[in-house]
């Protein structure tokens, strides 16, 4: 079955960076796009960006443009998502989904990472 | 970027009613909509793609129509476990955005 594992929740300062991994099981990983969905506590879900495991194309959303960075092992079928210049408005869980068909129908979601941006 | 407006923002129903949402895109956007349950701690779940298809595995009460900028969706008879927070996107265009949501609580 399709799942996406993702990493532990991360504590970080302001200004650091954090890097949240998401390995693919249970199909071939080069054969959808993963993308990176977050959430603040008690707000609605918001897209980031999403990369093609393939080609490691990548397109973001212009609010994380230049300080997001999406990457893949494909090695061992994982997908990365580094965001940096952390401020507290970046304190959420972020989750990886696989899109579906080269478009952004989010079909299988990782169980999300919750990122706490605090001094 | 295209904005997609949810309402209402929270509905209390009982068990067995019918209950439906809305959700307008500030433009049009064919049939590229798609919506999620979402449950307190968990990721969300999609239940409905391309506007109106069921997902594979989800409960026919749930289904959703439109095309356009206005579309609903609709869960035929509530039950307990529908007891979530719903989000429409649209993917006709990047950014695929979200709507605010819906939360659903049972009266």
């Known amino acids: 079955q399709v799942q996406l594992v993702q990493s532990g929740a991360e504590v970080k300062k302001p200004g650091a960076s954090v890097k949240v991994s998401c390995k693919a099981s249970?199909?071939?990983?080069?054969?959808?796009?993963i993308n990176w969905v977050r959430q603040a506590t008690g707000q609605g879900l918001e897209w980031m960006g999403w990369?093609?495991?393939?080609?490691?194309?990548?397109g973001y959303a212009q609010k994380f443009q230049g300080r997001v960075t999406m990457t893949r092992n494909t090695s061992i079928s994982t997908a990365y998502m580094e965001l940096s210049s952390l401020r507290s408005e970046d304190t959420a869980v972020y989750y990886c989904?696989?899109?579906?068909?080269?478009?952004?129908?989010?079909?299988?979601w990782g169980q999300g990472t919750l990122v706490t941006v605090s001094s | 970027d295209i904005q997609m407006t949810q309402s209402p923002s929270s509905l209390s129903a009982s068990v067995g009613d019918r209950v439906t949402i809305t959700c307008q895109a500030s433009?049009?956007?064919?049939?590229?909509l798609n919506w999620y349950q979402q449950k307190p701690g968990k990721a969300p779940k999609l239940l409905i793609y391309?506007?109106?298809n069921l997902e594979t595995g989800v409960p026919s009460r749930f289904s959703g129509s439109g095309s356009g900028t206005d579309f609903t969706f609709t869960i035929s008879s509530l039950q307990p476990e529908d007891i979530a927070t719903y989000y429409c996107?649209?993917?006709?265009?990047?950014?695929?955005?979200f709507g605010q949501g819906t939360k659903l609580e049972i009266k």
């Open positions: 989904a696989r899109g579906h068909g080269g478009v952004v129908t989010l079909s299988y």
């Open positions: 249970g199909y071939t990983f080069t054969s959808y796009d």
């Open positions: 990369m093609n495991p393939n080609s490691g194309n990548t």
């Open positions: 433009q049009d956007i064919s049939n590229y």
């Open positions: 391309d506007a109106s």
């Open positions: 996107q649209q993917y006709d265009n990047l950014p695929p955005i």
